[in-house]
């Protein structure tokens, strides 16, 4: 899972490349855009290295059940 990096973004709002709706909370970003809005921003920007940096491996684990 790979997401939305928050430094590549406030980068490209400062540069005002990208204007899909946001509010500042605390020092961060957030999308306040329609669903619309939001998957616009992420399919155009989809191959764009710096966009999606730091990704995050999830793996299922099995978990063992207790006898009784």
Same mark, same amino acid.
């Given at each position: 899972?790979?997401?939305?990096?928050?430094?590549?973004?406030?980068?490209?709002?400062?540069?005002? /490349?990208?204007?899909?709706?946001?509010?500042?909370?605390? $020092?961060? #970003?957030? !999308?306040?855009?329609?669903?619309? *809005?939001?998957? +616009?921003?992420?399919? /155009?920007?989809?191959?764009?290295?710096?966009?999606?940096? $730091?990704? #995050?491996? !999830?793996?299922?684990?099995?978990? *063992?059940?207790? +006898?009784?």
């Amino acid at each position: 899972m790979a997401f939305l990096s928050a430094r590549w973004l406030k980068a490209k709002m400062d540069e005002k /490349s990208v204007d899909t709706p946001c509010v500042k909370v605390d $020092d961060t #970003l957030m !999308l306040t855009g329609t669903t619309e *809005e939001a998957q +616009e921003l992420v399919f /155009s920007h989809a191959n764009d290295d710096g966009a999606f940096a $730091d990704s #995050l491996l !999830l793996e299922k684990q099995r978990i *063992e059940k207790e +006898e009784q």
